[in-house]
């Protein structure tokens, strides 16, 4: 079987756990990096690095030759808006997103609906009756309950824990060890600090931490 040859927006860490999920797979190979800091040419990582093939301005060129697909890393905690607008104008496709989905990931695949583009990195779980945006990255060990939804863009950091009927907005982070009751809803934008237990609901574009987790500004 032909692998499918995928650039990836962004860069650093999860540029490097999705390459390393497609080598895992065996079905795609990471051709290279969109990024908008490091100069076209130069190479990132340490032991296996890719090359940056060009900035977001050449997007739109790359998505006109359907060789490629896309794989977005362009996942932090500054500008989520701003990223989340700029990822959304890019328009790749859906059908030429690819879903890195590590080989230990536990996903309840004909029970939940997963979007374009989602990574589940090793050894975590997605739940039944789940609902995951495009284009959201899990990281490895967390772990996602029944009946929750996570909306697009989302970053869900290791070891985090959902409880059951979540509702995550567009573009939200959650911090490694972090844990949400279940019924806790998060707006858009919202962050939610490591290691922090989430009792009731976040604000949009408000930043929460702690045990329990309480406001610690708004954004």
């Not at 977005?72 to 607008?85: L, N, P, S």
């Not at 911090?175 to 490591?194: P, W």
Request: hydrophobic fraction near 40%.
């Amino acid at each position: 079987m032909e692998k499918k040859k995928v650039i990836i927006l962004g860069g650093g860490g999860i540029a490097s756990i999705a390459s390393w999920i497609m080598d895992r797979r065996g079905d795609a190979e990471a051709v290279g990096l969109v990024n908008d800091i490091v100069p076209v040419g130069e190479w990132i990582g340490t032991r296996k690095k890719l090359r940056v093939m060009g900035t977001s301005e050449d997007v739109a060129g790359y998505i006109r030759d359907t060789d490629f697909y896309f794989f977005i890393a362009f996942h932090g905690m500054q500008r989520e808006k701003e990223v989340y607008e700029k990822i959304r104008g890019f328009g790749i496709p859906g059908e030429r997103l690819y879903s890195p989905i590590d080989p230990s990931a536990v996903v309840a695949h004909d029970y939940s609906v997963i979007g374009k583009g989602v990574m589940a990195g090793p050894m975590s779980q997605i739940g039944p009756d789940v609902v995951i945006g495009d284009n959201t990255v899990i990281l490895g060990n967390a772990f996602i309950g029944h009946d929750t939804q996570i909306g697009e863009f989302c970053h869900i950091a290791t070891n985090a824990v959902l409880g059951s009927f979540n509702r995550i907005g567009n573009a939200c982070h959650i911090g490694m060890n972090a844990t949400l009751r279940e019924r806790v809803r998060v707006g858009d934008y919202g962050l939610v600090g490591m290691g922090s237990v989430v009792l009731k609901d976040v604000e949009e574009n408000t930043i929460v931490a702690g045990n329990p987790a309480r406001l610690l500004r708004r954004k």
